[in-house]
């Protein structure tokens, strides 16, 4: 089931979709400065703030999230491909590996929009990190955790793009679980959007806010482990509700 399972994932349009139009849309605006021939020196986090502030990616995360295969479940019940495989693995296995690799697409997905951001802006970097050029990023918690300085900042590229891997796998996870309450794959594409919508305006400037939780630069965010702790527990709950509703979904 796994391999099964590992080629339906990568042989999705959806996934290579999702994954081109979010690279494309956060790098937008300092691809225009490129062009426009509008950036000068500075180092990789200066250069990480345009697409990660100033794109219009963040509004819209959550999408990418659920584009790739949060709907897989929608189609083995509308099309009762699931009895094939409830019939060879179990009802409990097929819920768990569907979960997994829901969380999984997401996943993949985010850690590798922010991975490429990170090397484009690599490539354009030419100034080492110092206090004064990352001043605007003293309140995150990059810089007063001290990772920043740690490994000419690998461990701190290399967080980001654990952050954008557990953020796409919850989004991912809650648009999985709201496919098992409404098997339509329109509903389950667009309600977590809304969902994402409404916690950015209740939870605004707050530690649980979603949409901060990929970045993890804003200053209300309180450690490195919070987002990690956060996330990975969001993750394990959702996927076990997941698994649960799928299992007494394919029973009934």
């Known amino acids: 089931m796994i391999k099964s399972e590992a080629k339906r994932l990568f042989s999705r349009p959806m996934l290579y979709v999702a994954f081109i139009v979010g690279v494309f849309l956060i790098n937008r605006p300092l691809i225009v400065d490129v062009l426009a021939k509008r950036t000068g020196p500075g180092s990789i986090s200066q250069f990480l703030s345009v697409p990660f502030a100033l794109s219009d990616f963040s509004p819209f995360a959550a999408i990418f999230c659920v584009l790739p295969y949060a709907d897989s479940f929608c189609e ?30 997401g996943g993949l997905v985010m850690a590798g929009i922010v991975l490429i951001t990170i090397l484009f802006c690599g490539s354009l970097a030419n100034l080492p990190e110092t206090p004064d050029r990352i001043e605007f990023m003293r309140h995150s918690i990059w810089v007063r955790s001290g990772i920043i300085y740690v490994m000419n900042g690998i461990p701190y590229l290399a967080l980001r793009v654990v952050f954008g891997f557990l953020f796409g796998s919850v989004w991912s996870l809650i648009g999985l679980f709201i496919s098992t309450i409404l098997t339509n794959k329109y509903v389950t594409y667009i309600a977590p959007f809304v969902l ?7 939870l605004s400037e707050t530690k649980w806010n979603p949409v901060y939780q990929w970045r993890g630069d804003m200053e209300f965010i309180p450690s490195i482990s919070f987002v990690l702790i956060y996330q990975t527990a969001l993750i394990v709950i959702l996927l076990t509700v997941s698994s649960l509703m799928i299992r007494r979904k394919v029973r009934s």
Do not use: I
């Open 76 to 105: 083995d019940y509308n099309t009762g491909y699931y009895r094939l495989t409830v019939c060879r693995s179990g009802s409990s296995k097929y819920a768990f590996f569907r979960s997994a690799y829901v969380a999984l697409s």
């Open 196 to 202: 994402y919508q409404m916690l950015w305006f209740v």
